[in-house]
């Protein structure tokens, strides 16, 4: 397939007007001047002229596939067995494809659905982006998530769950360091979960095997353990006490130097916490993220999908919140291509438009660096060098 568009997205910010792409197999094989690589394609082959944007498929770097999005996805989650829920994830997948979304990493599901899943996706019997799964997420007993499986209550455990994951093929193992609203009677969202030392053989045995750990932490005790402890990336990093925030920036100063992410999961819907939180904490929530933006912290994007009022296909709305917090769009474009590609371990794969990685595009009308909004705008999404047909 031979791509050509008016601009051409192949670096931070950076356009390359009246390109061309050249596609073989699921895999990007030539970028450049129309001509150019128009010289280099067999005589014959596809072509796709465009007169909009060809960028990066999109990556949304939080999302639960296991969960529905909907007012209680917990209870959902309970009353659905593992075939009914399967075939829902297939259409959340798909969802997440058809918005834009061609890489998404799944931080936690129930008896390795989402590996299921990502084998049906590879197969052609399933619809979806490039899955990187947590498998089964670690939580202490009673725990963030308990009612996924993941319970771990010694260091024997915490060793034979990662172990497990790994053998499945999880790309990445979740640490529920601190508690979450999602889990009624669970530990608050600011108190932490696991010892500090249950918590380095956690992320040492996850290096061992050659996972990344990416951390939920809200309270700021679990976020500095988190990072005295090594993990690769902080998922909500809301710096939570009992009775407000603290921010630490001496803590956030270790995080720009051992180069960890942090993805914030921001809701689609992020306009509606004010109503939920009050005006004045939903403020200090949202300057907590620009403090770190400003900090130099490798924000990446993410949405939480399939949490309450999370729908699979909302990033683009989600990386509005980026623009209100005063973020340039180029910065936020790379947090949802080419910077959580490197936190995901994906930078030679996916998130880039570049000879050798994979053919994951997105076509859209208009110029998102201009207007962020136009990224809604889609006209084709290439998944692995494949067109996505079906349904707008």
């Known amino acids: 397939m031979l791509i050509v568009a008016k601009r051409v997205l192949v670096g931070s910010g950076r356009y390359l007007d009246d390109g061309a792409v050249l596609v073989e197999g699921d895999t990007i094989r030539a970028v450049g001047p129309e001509e150019a690589v128009v010289a280099e394609a067999r005589p014959g082959i596809e072509r796709v002229t465009f007169d909009g944007t060809l960028l990066p498929g999109l990556i949304d770097a939080h999302v639960h596939l296991a969960f529905d999005g ?20 297939r259409n959340r997948a798909e969802d ?8 998404a990493r799944d931080l936690g599901d129930r008896n390795g659905l989402v590996l299921r899943l990502a084998s049906d996706i590879d197969g052609g019997a399933a619809v979806g982006p490039r899955l990187v799964s947590a498998g089964t997420p670690l939580t202490t007993p009673g725990g963030h998530c308990h ?3 993941g319970e771990v209550a010694d260091e024997e455990d915490i060793r034979a769950l990662v ?10 193992i979740k640490a529920m360091v601190t508690g979450g609203g999602l889990t009624k009677g669970g530990p608050r969202s600011w108190e932490s979960q696991f010892s500090a030392g249950d918590l380095a053989v956690l992320v040492e045995e996850a290096h061992a095997a050659g996972l990344p750990v990416a951390a939920h932490a809200h309270g700021t005790p679990g976020i500095t353990a988190a990072v005295s402890a090594g993990v690769d990336t902080i998922e909500h990093c809301t710096w939570m006490t009992g ?24 809701s ?19 300057d907590l993220v620009r403090r770190m933006a400003d900090a130099g912290v490798k924000l990446v994007a993410g949405t939480d999908a399939g949490v309450q009022r999370a729908s699979f296909d909302g990033l683009v709305p989600a990386l509005s919140f980026y623009a209100h917090l005063g973020l340039p769009n180029d910065r936020i474009l790379d947090m949802a291509t080419s910077i959580a590609a490197d936190a995901l371990g994906l930078s030679r794969t996916t998130g ?4 050798g990685c994979k053919a994951d595009l997105v076509l859209v009308d208009g110029d998102p660096l ?10 084709m999404v290439i998944f692995g060098g494949r067109p996505l047909e079906g349904r707008a």
Do not use: Y
């Not at 172990?163 to 990445?172: D, I, K, P, S, Y």
């Not at 009775?243 to 921001?266: L, M, T, Y």
């Not at 689609?268 to 949202?286: D, I, N, S, Y």
């Open 163 to 172: 172990r497990r994951n790994a053998a499945a093929g999880a790309g990445v």
């Open 243 to 266: 009775d407000g925030f603290d921010f630490q920036e001496d803590i956030v100063a270790r995080i720009v130097e051992k180069g960890i992410a942090v993805c914030p999961a921001v």
């Open 70 to 89: 909907g007012p209680d996805p917990v209870a959902t989650l309970d009353g659905s067995s593992d075939e009914t829920l399967l075939a829902d994830m």
């Open 370 to 379: 201009a207007d962020l909004n136009d990224l809604s705008a889609i006209r």
């Open 352 to 355: 880039r438009i570049a000879d």
């Open 96 to 103: 997440l494809l058809r918005s834009g979304v061609t890489t």
């Open 147 to 149: 009612f996924l499986g």
């Open 268 to 286: 689609p819907h992020w306009q509606m916490l004010p109503r939920f939180f009050g005006e004045e904490k939903a403020r200090a929530m949202f």
